[in-house]
């Protein structure tokens, strides 16, 4: 594995993470809540932005319009059965989810599960690190590389991963804020 390989792998990780905690709702209404839930369209699970036009009319609503007025019950459903705690409002063509505001104890269960979503970055971030290390001993163990070498890539390795994981905190830093901000 290259370094460049590894760099691109973690930056992917970062990534990763950043959709991960834009599921994870902040007190103001946002499009990207609606990421996760999947809904059971004709026995097959479906996206929910792939079966509506999902838009937020203001800051404390998201509206939701199927494309095949036939899902409504579905696309409830899915909603209702979710994590995201919100009960949605049918009126017939559109499906509105009010956002209310975060109690204090919602804000710290919600900061709990951006934690969790941040550490599993940093996981990826370290895992990428252990490949590329084991890559750079195998090339050292076959001769491909002096051992010198192979250090100074491992130090290399080494501070890439400390870049990356530092910026998962940020993100992590950046979501928390959001959360408990009133």
């Avoid at 369209?41 to 203001?58: H, Q, V």
């Amino acid at each position: 594995m290259k370094l460049t390989e590894a760099e691109d792998l973690m930056q992917k990780a970062v990534e990763a993470t950043q959709r991960n905690l834009n599921t994870i709702r902040t007190g103001r209404a946002s499009t990207s809540l609606l990421d996760r839930i999947m809904v059971d369209y004709y026995g097959t699970e479906t996206p929910l932005k792939a079966l509506a036009n999902i838009s937020t009319p203001d800051a404390t609503t998201i509206a939701i319009q199927p494309y095949d007025k036939s899902s409504m019950a579905s696309v409830e459903k899915a909603i209702a059965m979710s994590d995201l705690g919100l009960t949605p409002n049918n009126d017939g063509a559109t499906i509105r989810l009010n956002i209310p505001p975060l109690t204090s104890d919602r804000r710290q269960e919600l900061v709990k599960q951006a934690s969790k979503l941040a550490e599993e970055g940093k996981v990826a971030v370290r895992n990428i690190r252990r490949d590329a290390i084991d890559s750079v001993r195998k090339q050292a163990k076959s001769s491909d590389i002096s051992e010198d070498e192979s250090r100074d890539l491992q130090e290399q390795i080494q501070q890439l991963t400390d870049k990356y994981a530092a910026k998962v905190d940020a993100v992590f830093a950046t979501k928390e804020k959001d959360i408990t901000t009133l």
